[in-house]
């Protein structure tokens, strides 16, 4: 029985190179959890949007902005390194200031 599945080896402090301005991936869907790498560039932005499941946000690479509540008003500067959680329901949005790269685990009830 095999315990433990690679998934990726990310390149930290630096966003691989693309011709996308917004680039979405799926890296791991499972019973339980959905890994999602998001890299924005230019500007780019996640415009607001909600999942039901609660969320952790990790910025591996570059710098944003991530905005939360109904009208947005919470909000919390990503850079490399930075770790948010967001209980489900919540409206967010993510934006690159100019470019970013993160991980979005979203955890699923089983």
């Given at each position: 029985?095999?315990?433990?599945e690679?998934?990726?080896n990310f390149e930290l402090n630096k966003i691989a190179d693309?011709?996308?301005l917004k680039d979405v991936k799926k890296?791991?869907?499972g019973t339980r959890r959905q890994i999602t790498s998001?890299?924005?560039?230019g500007g780019e932005m996640l415009?607001?949007?909600k999942v039901v499941e609660p969320i952790t946000v990790f910025c591996l690479a570059g710098s944003g902005t991530f905005r939360a509540g109904k009208d947005l008003?919470?909000?919390q500067k990503l850079v490399a390194g930075t770790l948010l959680t967001l209980?489900?329901?919540?409206?967010?949005?993510?934006?690159?200031?100019?470019?970013i790269h993160i991980l979005a685990t979203k955890f699923k009830e089983a």
């Amino acid at each position: 029985m095999k315990n433990i599945e690679l998934l990726a080896n990310f390149e930290l402090n630096k966003i691989a190179d693309g011709e996308k301005l917004k680039d979405v991936k799926k890296v791991f869907d499972g019973t339980r959890r959905q890994i999602t790498s998001v890299v924005l560039r230019g500007g780019e932005m996640l415009s607001k949007h909600k999942v039901v499941e609660p969320i952790t946000v990790f910025c591996l690479a570059g710098s944003g902005t991530f905005r939360a509540g109904k009208d947005l008003e919470e909000e919390q500067k990503l850079v490399a390194g930075t770790l948010l959680t967001l209980e489900g329901g919540i409206e967010h949005e993510v934006v690159a200031e100019p470019e970013i790269h993160i991980l979005a685990t979203k955890f699923k009830e089983a």
